[in-house]
């Protein structure tokens, strides 16, 4: 009987300790759930309190990009509502805008830009230092994978601040960015935005005025002053070029070949526009395969004289 009532004992201190372990182990349980959320809430309230957290000069690389000083600002009053393609500088090759869709409307003027990379939260337009969470433009996924973000753009052809959130280090970083009002096609422009043979009133007949080449590596030039002949109101330009590897030019789409076969390229185009950065580009054959270049040219119709 003895050993009988111990056993029994035994028995129910056996199933005691196994109830207490099962209640242990949903213990556990929960508290491990509980420290998941914690965790959890701990690392958005991580982004949040670092928000204003902005990279300091050793995290920065340095900006490369340079306003040119001979630029002027262009402002939506300037363009014709439309979307155009247009090319962005960013100061930082850690902020790369590979395409971005400029939206003219309504006086205002907005881009999408499509980047380089998927390491950023969501841009400020300013200084990181001054970011307020009413200001955050989140990310946009895209179809293919890619992040966009959209923006207003205050003016083309000046620097513009905006500070980008590293979702990895959780901080500001500080960019310089400018629209190229060179890289828009001459149809974007608003009615007396740049002068045309029209608007100067120039008749028909032969001219000459001084043109400036800009882009590409800055080695090619054009020969200065370039002849101009107006017919029926419409310009055309002789361009000669510093070298004879120049294959074709394309202006507003339309590509031109050149008018000569021997000696530097000569080429025969039209002028969209005196005294505005006109958007060309060229087709060199230099190198080991022939490349696209884009340039722009600039005819100063202050130097027009007839021949």
Request: hydrophobic share 35%; proline share 4%; with cysteine.
């Amino acid at each position: 009987m003895k050993n009988k009532a111990s056993l029994s004992i035994i028995l129910a201190s056996f199933m005691l300790l196994a109830g207490c372990g099962t209640t242990a182990d949903t213990s556990n349980a929960s508290d491990t759930s509980a420290s998941s959320e914690t965790a959890s809430e701990t690392s958005a309230e991580t982004v949040s309190e670092s928000s204003n957290a902005v990279a300091d000069g050793a995290e920065t690389i340095p900006d490369s990009l340079v306003i040119p000083e001979d630029m002027t600002p262009v402002y939506a009053d300037s363009l014709n509502d439309g979307e155009y393609s247009i090319t962005v500088d960013s100061s930082s090759s850690m902020f790369t805008v590979t395409d971005c869709t400029l939206t003219v409307a309504d006086g205002k003027m907005t881009a999408q830009m499509t980047m380089g990379g998927t390491g950023y939260l969501y841009v400020f337009m300013g200084k990181g230092e001054n970011a307020t969470e009413d200001g955050y433009i989140p990310f946009e996924e895209n179809s293919d994978g890619t992040h966009s973000f959209t923006v207003p753009v205050e003016g083309l052809d000046m620097g513009i601040d905006c500070a980008a959130f590293s979702r990895k280090k959780e901080k500001w970083y500080d960019r310089t960015l400018l629209f190229r009002a060179d890289s828009l096609p001459a149809e974007a422009f608003a009615e007396g935005t740049f002068n045309t043979a029209e608007s100067l009133g120039l008749a028909d007949g032969v001219y000459t005025a001084e043109v400036t080449l800009n882009g590409g590596s800055g080695r090619a030039s054009v020969m200065s002053p370039a002849k101009i002949t107006v017919e029926n109101g419409t310009a055309t330009a002789e361009i000669e070029w510093s070298s004879s590897k120049y294959d074709s030019m394309t202006v507003g789409g339309d590509k031109y070949s050149p008018v000569n076969t021997e000696g530097n390229s000569v080429f025969v185009i039209p002028v969209t526009g005196f005294d505005y950065k006109m958007p060309i580009s060229a087709t060199t054959s230099a190198m080991s395969t022939p490349h696209d270049i884009e340039y722009t040219l600039f005819f100063d119709s202050t130097t027009l004289a007839a021949e």
